[in-house]
Structure formats: C-alpha cells, structure tokens
C-alpha cells in the first residue's frame, strides 16, 4: 500500500493562485471579444494582487514542502512581492501597448502569468531539480512572449536566438546539476551545503566543475559577461512590454535562484567561487557602460544599462554575508521600478508604425509632453545613481557592503562605472530639453494605463530614494531568512 503524500497547501498557495490565473484568462478568452478582451488584463491584474496580498499574510511563515525540495520563507516571499509588482505593472502597460500591434491578447496575458508562476518556483525551491522545473517554466514562457508579435521579423528572430542560447545555457546547468549530484550525492541544496567540505580528490574536481558550470547557466540568465551577447538583440527584437518582463523579472528570478545556490548551498566555497565572481563583475559593469555609451537605439541602450546593472548586483552577491545580500534583494526592487518606468515611457512614445526608439526621436519631448520628459528624466538619473533617487539608495547599500567585506577595489570600480553611466543616461536628458526636432507621437493622454504605470513607477522610484529604510530592512531580514 502506498502512503499518501501530504500536501503542503501552504507552501504552495501563491503558485496555486498564479496557475488559477493563468488558466482562469485562457478560458476567459474564449468568451471575451472586442473592448471586453482589457478585462483579460485585469483578470491576470487581479490574480497578481491576490497573490501579493498572500505573500504578504505570509510572511512569518517558514516552513517547507514536498520533503524539503519546496520552501516558504521570507526570501522567497519577498520575491514574490518583486515578481507580481512587476508582472502587474507589465500588464497595466500592455493593455495599451496591444492596442496598436496584432498581438493575441488572451494568449500574452496568460503567458506573462505562467512565467512569473515559473519565477515564483525558482525563488521557492530548495533543490536543484526544482530551480530547473521553475527556470524552465519561465523561459519557456518567455521565449514564446519575446516572438510573440509574429507580424515582425524582428520579434521572430529575436525569440529564435532567445531560445537558441536560453536551450544552450540550460545544457550547461542540467551538466553542472549532474556534477554537483556525483560529487554530493545530492540535488538539495542543504545535502550540498552539509557535504561540499567532505568531499575530496577526484569528487572535488567534479564538485567545482559543476559549480563553474551553474556558473555560466546563471550568467546567461542574468546576462552577465561574457554571456550577454543575447541581450541587445533579444531586448531591441521583443515587443517592448516583454522585453521590461524579461530586464526585471527574468533578472529578478535567476539572482533569486543565484544567491540561493552560491551563498546557501555552495556557501563554504565563497573562496573558490568569489575571485571569479569578482572578475565577472568588473567585466559586466564595465563592458556593459562602454558599449552603453556608443548605442544610438534607446531599447539597445537599456539592454547594455541591463549588463551593467547585473554587474552591480553580482558585486552584493560575492559580499552577500556583510550586507550585499539584503542590498541585492532591495535593488532588485529598486532596479524594477525605474526600470519598468522607462520601458513605459518607450512604448507612450511609440505608436502604430512608428516605434520611436532611436535616440533622435526624443528630441523636444520634454517640452512637448513635460509629464513624459519629467518621468524620463527621474527613470534616467535614478538608473544613473543621483540622490535622492532610489537608485542612489541602491547603489549605496551595494557599494557600502563591499567595502564592509573588504572589497574596497571593487566598489571604485563600482562607483566609477556609475560615473561612466551618467554620460548616456544624461545624453537622453540632453536630447529631450536641449535639442528640437524629434518624432511626431500619438495623443499621451489616449493611453491611460501607461499614464497610471509611469505614475506609480515614478512615485515608487522617488518613495525608495527618500525612504529606503523599511524596503531596505524587509530584503535584509528576507535574506536573513536563508540561514
């Protein structure tokens, strides 16, 4: 007779709610036609809302699932409060952005939906077999979402070379998974924990080929140096919504899954993996600033800012025990929010047939739509790192928790990459109050939902630069949690 398993209802209610979702607004589309189709958005809105609100109830809640694989803590519910903030604010902003491509509505919606489910199973997981399930849950998500405009080449190839490299780098973690299984004989991160210093000779050299080979799975993920060489494509070829979900959520799930592997699990080895980790960083934040400097197509430009950012936040990851790691949960947030308000900010300049996204089309838009400019230019300096902005908050907890670990070469480098930064960030300024011209842009004011996301983006980017505190405070205690 076989026991019963029980259930871990628990642990498992913000994945239930998000997979009720998605399947509520696919079947919901077989009804929905016309001006009806937005309350497909909203429906997917309102699953997002009632699995932050479960999330937040939560909180002091730490208990496991499915023999240990599956974990409820505050670090994984802290990132559930990062995912569905940005999976709501990349369905407020589609619902006018679908408006003017042929786009199908009910599949995007529950696609976006099933993503941040498959982010959710990565923040959760406390196994390797189960970060693979929740990675390939979102990926595969999101490389239907990057070509999902099929009346554009772009979209198509860029969902192609998405999927070509995403299938390459999974090779590589499904490989280091089996390694690290030979060398422990375990795929749960608390058995790798117990047994990383036990292992010796020949199981040694296959524990740290293993690790070198996550290494690159995440580094593809978070599109790190030198496996980034996907981004600037895929981010110019995505519709512009996805490729905000992809900048913040995608990043968001592979550090979830990252700090959890390298500090819980391969924690012992920090002086091993942090020298090259080190490396990474300075390649990332610097290749990912220089090349910024020389693009002329603003998706292009935030693709490489991208780079640059995850270099900051690999800077917290390698000084995760002095600080880093709160510090890397709290930008992510931060990093969501200007980042996402930019994205906006792209598609209201855009219209039918005209995507506005070189940089010459910006020209005069602070005078001739001054709540856009006015927006822009707080996404543009915050990214940058200006006080009070909550991008300087960011930066200031990642850079002090370097130097507080004793990495004070890499938080120069860290400050002077932001230096770096100010030139392209403020070129976008220069353009819009400084030079006239630019391209003509449909009525702002049409477009409601996006006016509401570049509001609240805008106000949560100037709240965490005024008052980070208790922001800050949550992501230490969530990565407290971690043990």
Avoid at 180 to 185: P, Q, V
Wanted: one cysteine or more; charged letters at 10%.
């Amino acid at each position: 007779m076989i026991a019963a398993v029980p259930i871990p209802w628990l642990v498992l209610l913000p994945a239930l709610l998000l997979t009720g979702t998605a399947l509520l607004v696919m079947v919901a589309d077989l009804w929905m036609e016309g001006p009806d189709r937005d309350g497909l958005g909203w429906l997917g809105i309102a699953g997002l809302v009632v699995a932050l609100i479960a999330s937040v109830t939560l909180w002091n809640q730490h208990e496991g699932g499915f023999g240990g694989t599956l974990v409820l803590d505050r670090y994984a519910l802290f990132f559930n409060l990062v995912f569905c903030l940005a999976a709501g604010l990349t369905l407020l902003m589609s619902m006018n952005y679908l408006e003017f491509t042929d786009i199908r509505v009910g599949d995007y919606y529950s696609l976006i939906v099933f993503a941040t489910l498959g982010m959710v199973l990565m923040a959760a997981a406390a196994d390797l077999i189960v970060i693979f399930l929740g990675l390939e849950v979102m990926s595969i998500a999101v490389y239907v979402l990057a070509g999902i405009w099929r009346q554009q080449q772009r979209s198509t190839e860029a969902a192609l070379k998405y999927f070509l490299l995403g299938a390459f780098a999974t090779g590589f973690l499904l490989f280091g998974i089996a390694l690290l299984y030979g060398a422990t004989g375990t795929t749960a991160l608390a058995g790798i924990s117990a047994q990383v210093l036990k292992v010796g000779g020949e199981q040694r050299l296959l524990l740290l080929a293993g690790m070198a080979l996550l290494l690159i799975g995440f580094g593809f993920k978070v599109a790190a140096v030198p496996f980034h060489v996907w981004t600037p494509d895929v981010y110019e070829g995505a519709p512009t919504s996805i490729t905000a979900l992809m900048a913040v959520g995608v990043k968001a799930a592979a550090f979830a899954a990252f700090v959890r592997v390298f500090v819980q699990a391969l924690g012992a080895l920090t002086a091993e993996w942090a020298p090259v980790l080190w490396v990474l960083a300075v390649l990332t934040m610097t290749a990912g600033n220089v090349i910024a400097l020389l693009q002329q197509n603003i998706k292009r430009m935030l693709a490489y800012s991208s780079i640059a950012h995850a270099g900051y936040l690999v800077l917290g990851l390698i000084a995760a025990r002095d600080g880093g790691g709160g510090a890397v949960l709290f930008y992510l947030v931060v990093y969501a929010l200007m980042n996402l308000g930019a994205f906006a900010v792209v598609i209201a300049l855009g219209q039918r047939g005209a995507a506005n996204e070189q940089l010459d089309d910006y020209a005069g838009v602070g005078f001739r739509h001054p709540f856009l400019g006015f927006a822009m230019s707080v996404f543009m300096l915050s990214l940058a790192g200006l006080p009070p902005l909550a991008g300087f908050a960011g930066k200031f907890y990642l850079f002090a928790a370097a130097v507080k670990a004793g990495y004070i070469g890499l938080a120069v480098i860290g400050v002077l990459n932001s230096v770096v930064s100010m030139y392209y960030y403020a070129g976008v300024l220069v353009k819009m109050y400084m030079v006239e011209g630019g391209a003509a842009v449909a009525e702002v004011t049409t477009r409601p939902y996006l006016v509401a996301t570049v509001i609240l983006t805008v106000i949560g980017t100037l709240l965490l630069g005024v008052f980070p505190s208790f922001t800050h405070e949550l992501a230490r205690q969530a990565f407290l949690s971690l043990g």
